[in-house]
């Protein structure tokens, strides 16, 4: 069998593009000779659709949807090409309406398309509902493993969770003596994530006794990455083929399979009797889609098998890759960001010029008194390495403006600096149609570290689950793959070395008013990442004052960080989507 797994980027909501790129990523896989094309989950609909499940307009459209693609691709003369399609459907109301029975409802669902119908169909069975997955609150589970003859083979379908957790439908497949498990996903990247990926298919793929060919989506959402990674493993463990991440692919692979048995019928078996503390039991429904396989085309199709690039490098695809989807997906001509010089800025300059191209990309320098000369260069020799439109808009000027009608002093004077650039960037968005870029990195709004409404101000942040420590080794990653291939590095050597400063007052650095950024780190990773407690982090090696001091500044800022704009999810835990606590909260860590 040759199969197709089709690793694309679909955008949530666009029910017509979707289906127009699924029958082109089909008509390809038809070409190329494959028995079988394989979409990941929910893909008609993009992932996830979130509050758009309890929209029955929505509901209907994607069902709809999926019946008018089953069609049209039987029109393009691909109806003979097995198609597996995720989509949104519904057997009843969502939960949150009152006539809503336990057992029907909105579903996360799989759906095969062949001459010009929809042949079959299966329901996600484990629904995740941890990190930034609330499938418990939009999705009622299936109970019945669907089993698809194809050529001969029998192919179980699961989808994404129905991998991660042991039990359910991967080992019923095994029950049903399938050939071949395919597994769709939506699962969206992590540093590491894809080190996890490969022996968890392993132990599910011994587990079905089967060759398992998993597909993920590519591509951003909101402050979702997703990075591909597909792959195929056989029963025995061997990894087979495997996609590149980040990008979209069509990994092509023959497979030996064996033959489904002759004896076994059509139709729904009923679910075996599960005893006490056994795993899970499903019933099982098949369907028989087509007989024989006509020969493969051409030499035998060998999907090849992409080695995985180092931490930084991968870190750097999801932020290019989250920053580019949001301003395409979104509909912005160009970003623009106040560019100080510093390593934050620097680096989200080079994030955005590699997204987007430089003639995109508008850097604003807007220096006050207390902007150091060595700053402004540094801000004007990134521009011109980079090649963005860069632009010199003094600040003081407005801001003695200020100080000739108020009376302010210390803080409030900083933070006015901070807000007069707030301002400027956003009148620049407004007049010109930029999206503002804000640059703080995930230790300061950890911390607090900023000024809202003026730092804080923009509508995307490409850093916003970076650690400051993580931020200094992705600016000398990008210098040196820019040395690897040839080119000139395009953050300044000075912006990486100088000692982090807001620039606000005479001689400001960062290390005056929290601890190195080291120590930092280190105590937030645990609080943040781990929920660690505090004396965890005292039995870890931690200074107790520091810690008290760390913990403190992280708690009463978390009605900043419920105003900050979204950026890229990149690690375990990211501010928003993962990391949900109160702002009115009286609950401190102590001794």
Known sequence: MRIALAQVN????????????????????TTAGAHLAVFPEMVLTGYPVEDLVFRDSFVAASRATLDRLAADLDAD????????????????????????????GPR?????LHGGRVVARYFKHHLPNYGV??????????????????????VALTICEDLWQAGGPFTVARRAGVGLVVNINGSPYELNKDDVRLPLVRRRAAEAEATVAYVNTVGGQDELVFDGDSMIVAADGTLLARAPQFVEHLLLHDLDLPDARADTPTGTEPANPVPAGAPEDMAITRVRVSDGLPAPTGPRATGGV???????????????????????????????????GGIDSSLVAAIAVDALGPERVAGVSMPSQHSSEHSRDDAAELAKRTGLDYRVEPIQPMVDGFLANLSLSGMSVENLQARVRGVLLMALSNQEGHLVLTTGNKSELAVGYSTLYGDSVGGFNPLKDVWKSLVWKLANWRNAEAVRRGETPPIPESSIRKPPSAELSPGQLDSDTLPDYSVLDAILVGYVDGDQGRD?????????????????????????????????KISIKAFGRDRRLPITNRWRERS
């Open 108 to 112: 996360n669902a799989l759906g095969v």
């Open 536 to 568: 965890d982090l005292v039995a870890a090696g931690h200074d107790p004052e520091v810690v008290d001091r760390v913990l403190r500044m992280v708690d009463i800022a978390e009605y900043k960080r419920r105003q900050s704009a979204p950026g890229p």
């Open 77 to 104: 003369g691909l109806g003979g090409l097995p198609v597996l399609v995720g989509y949104l459907d519904a057997d009843g109301p969502a939960s949150a309406n009152a006539e809503a029975t336990p057992s029907r």
């Open 306 to 340: 992409t080695e995985p690039v180092v931490d930084e490098g991968e870190v750097w695809q999801a932020l290019v890759v989250g920053l580019r989807d949001y301003v395409d997906k979104n509909g912005f001509r160009s970003v623009v960001l106040g560019l100080s």
């Open 10 to 29: 679909p955008t949530v909501g666009d029910l017509a593009g979707n289906a127009a790129l699924i029958r082109e990523r089909s008509r390809q896989a």
């Open 133 to 154: 997955f609330d499938e418990d609150r939009y999705f009622v589970p299936g109970d019945t493993l669907t089993v698809v003859r194809i050529g001969g083979v029998d």
